[in-house]
């Protein structure tokens, strides 16, 4: 090390080779923390070379733990290290972007020098870091989104850590985190702290098949700020955009800073996405998701790009990324509470349910699943006072053949309290609606009354779903699929009871039922169909039908009507009187 200071001390740069056993050395621990201090604060006081950032990026990776995930996926990541202590904007980014319905590959850590890095948000919101590749796969599978926790990736940095604590500033490892992503995904977006830095990036990058897009606000901040200009670096072109650029006006630094704590943070990350928080913070994470997205289209135009990230805020999808992430972490809260032994003494538990699939396919059924909710992820409170017990037998009374009982809370203001509840009073099929992830899920709906559960083909892989019908049967529980695509087709297996097709464009949130009608050509006959989401009116009840459905799941319709056992009757004496 005292030659390497030395030449460094002169001003001479390291070859690439050189650089590349020098990192080596530090990921095996050869150096003292005083060697190493030493060593961050020469490239403190003068710029990385990039033959210096490609020699030390290559040992990085080499001695990191790979890992093979999707390779048509995107990092958005910044340097970290501006002082500017915005909220977390990135990673907040990446959220919009896998709503959007890209795949996001986040590599990332704790911050070293602010309060809150992407690490110290996504623990705190209780996901799970992992190493493992079957893990990592099953998230982006489910939710489109994965991270990957720095300090698991690159055990050789352990060496460097305390050092970086104890002095508090940027160093080059700011410089190289965002290059030495684990998983390496073709795309990429990244953040620098100053102009010299996104150039260093390009020269360090530019020959490689990575499509990526470097931005740095000239006012400082490794993100768009939204505050002035910004420089944005493409392989082929470079430019300076402005918030007008985005459709966006110019934004004052204190509109976008962050909160003093993780926890303060966390309350802007969640406003964001549930559409809570102010115009300021709501568009800098929308222009820093547009040029992500514009990385992953280049043939889009930014304008283009800003119009899909406002979708995907406002439809709800990235929310619902989130959601699924945060799902985990409910299921874990209750894992501690209550076991699964604990379920199998309840009454309910070794009941027979009431087949779904049974009644919708009786000759005289009504085909209606009606649908107990209190809100939606894009309308928001729509009965915001309803009562389980009370909707329930209305719903019986009016007709209905089944009934959907939403347990899913920061969505639907549902509890499991509610299907109890309706159980009670009911003597017809009750399906658990909620995002189900875990086998645990399937016990507490069986312990709860239900007969049947929704598995959702978006957020599970065809394992995930094989294995969690295969448990719910044998739980004595039937099984209805969604899907949302003709990409799901797939997915559908022996195990399952029913198969829904969700009428909603998810990108658009608007409903077409003929793309429904289509696709039920290819849904064996086997299973019950389940037409779900937008029926709003008889005649769409009877073209399903006539088409083939054997089911119509509808809940708003009556819901927001607050007199929800009234509107169905109302709606059945429509449907049969024509």
């Known amino acids: 090390m005292k030659e390497t200071l030395n030449l460094l001390y002169q001003g001479e740069s390291l070859s690439q080779e050189a650089a590349y056993k020098l990192m080596t050395s530090i990921g095996e621990g050869q150096y003292s923390h005083e060697e190493l201090a030493s060593l961050l604060t020469v490239y403190n006081m003068r710029d990385i070379r990039p033959e210096e950032l490609l020699g030390f990026r290559k040992a990085m990776i080499d001695m990191s733990l790979r890992v093979n995930l999707p390779k048509d996926a995107i990092d958005i990541v910044g340097t970290g290290g501006d002082g500017k202590d915005t909220f977390n904007i990135s990673t907040l980014s990446c959220f919009v972007v896998a709503g959007a319905g890209f795949k996001i590959v986040k590599h990332g850590n704790y911050s070293a020098s602010s309060v809150s890095g992407s690490s110290h948000m996504m623990e705190h919101f209780g996901y799970s870091f992992s190493n493992k590749e079957a893990k990592l796969q099953a998230d982006l599978e489910r939710s489109g989104i994965c991270f990957l926790h720095a300090p698991l990736f690159h ?95 110019t934004l004052d630094a204190a509109q976008i800073k962050g909160g003093g704590n993780v926890e303060e943070n966390a309350k802007i990350f969640l406003s964001v996405l549930k559409g809570e928080a102010t115009d300021a913070q709501t568009e800098v994470v929308l222009a820093n998701a547009a040029l992500a997205l514009l990385c992953l289209q280049p043939e889009k135009s930014l304008e283009d790009c800003v119009q899909q990230a406002k979708e995907s805020l406002k439809s709800k999808n990235a929310l619902v990324v989130f959601n699924l992430a945060e799902k985990r972490k409910e299921v874990a809260q209750h894992k501690e509470t209550q076991s699964i032994d604990d379920f199998t003494k309840s009454p309910y538990f070794d009941r027979e349910v009431y087949s779904a699939k049974t009644q919708l396919l009786h000759p005289h059924s009504s085909g209606i699943i009606a649908e107990f909710k209190r809100k939606s992820p894009s309308k928001g409170w729509i009965f915001e006072e309803a009562i389980a017990e009370e909707v329930g037998p209305a719903y019986q009374n009016a007709g209905a053949a089944c009934i959907s009982v939403l347990t899913d809370e920061a969505f639907f203001g549902g509890t499991l309290e509610d299907l109890i509840h309706i159980r009670r009073q009911v003597e017809i099929p009750i399906l658990r609606k909620e995002f189900i992830i875990d086998e645990y899920q399937l016990y507490e709906a069986k312990a709860m009354g239900a007969d049947f559960i929704l598995l959702i083909a978006e957020v599970l892989s065809t394992d995930e779903i094989k294995s969690l019908s295969k448990k719910a049967k044998e739980l004595g529980l039937e099984v209805l699929m969604e899907l949302h695509g003709e990409d799901q087709l797939p997915k559908i297996c022996d195990s399952l009871d029913m198969v829904g097709i969700n009428n909603r464009n998810l990108e658009t949130f608007e409903v077409d039922l003929d793309r429904s009608i289509k696709m039920l050509e290819y849904i064996p006959n086997d299973f019950a169909k389940i037409a779900e989401s937008g029926i709003s009116g008889a005649d769409e009840v009877l073209k399903l039908k006539q088409a083939g459905f054997d089911g119509f799941l509808i809940g708003e319709n009556f819901m927001k009507t607050h007199q929800p056992g009234v509107a169905l009757k109302s709606f059945m004496e429509e449907i049969f009187g024509k």
């Open 155 to 249: 055990p050789a940095m352990k060496h460097i850590v305390p050092v970086r604590k104890a002095l508090k500033v940027r160093t080059i490892f700011n410089i190289m985190g965002p290059l030495i992503n684990p998983a390496q995904p073709n795309y990429a977006l990244y953040g620098t702290y100053n102009q010299e830095t996104a150039q260093l990036y390009h020269e360090t990058l530019k020959n490689e098949s990575l499509a990526y897009g470097i931005v740095n606000s000239l006012d400082g901040y490794d993100e768009v700020s939204l505050t002035g200009q910004a420089l944005l670096i493409r392989k082929q072109e470079e430019e300076v955009l402005s918030p007008a650029d985005f459709g966006f006006s």
